[in-house]
């Protein structure tokens, strides 16, 4: 059993997934929610397919038998003060609107991630 301690700084989830794979999503956002929900400042990084997930009504679905629902999860994970960085170029290349971003997601690229990341320790996780 892993030992827990009283959550404090920030958590950063790269996904580049989509919903090609809605298991890694959903894990992606397991992870996300537990850290926001425990108090950590969290952040999205979305980059590739994932862009796609943080405009308007994409986050849909369930990945799995008893796996929670992607859209309670998106809920939860806002709810929670968790926000989104989306690759612009990424996002561009897709052809997509911001204006269909939803409102804690933010355009931004590498330098904007460094910059909110900042000096501070993070904790990482990629999918």
Known sequence: MVA???AVGKAVISLC???E???KVTVAFLVAVGAAEQGRTTLMFL???AVRLATG???TGVACAGC???ADLVARYAAAGGSYLVCPLCFD???LSAQTLVANATLGGTVPLWQWIGDDPVVTFSY
């Open 21 to 23: 794979d809605a298991e």
């Open 47 to 49: 980059t590739k397919e």
């Open 17 to 19: 997934t989509g919903l």
């Open 93 to 95: 290349a897709k052809a």
């Open 4 to 6: 827990m301690s009283q």
């Open 57 to 59: 009504s994409v986050a």
């Open 68 to 70: 929670p629902p992607l």
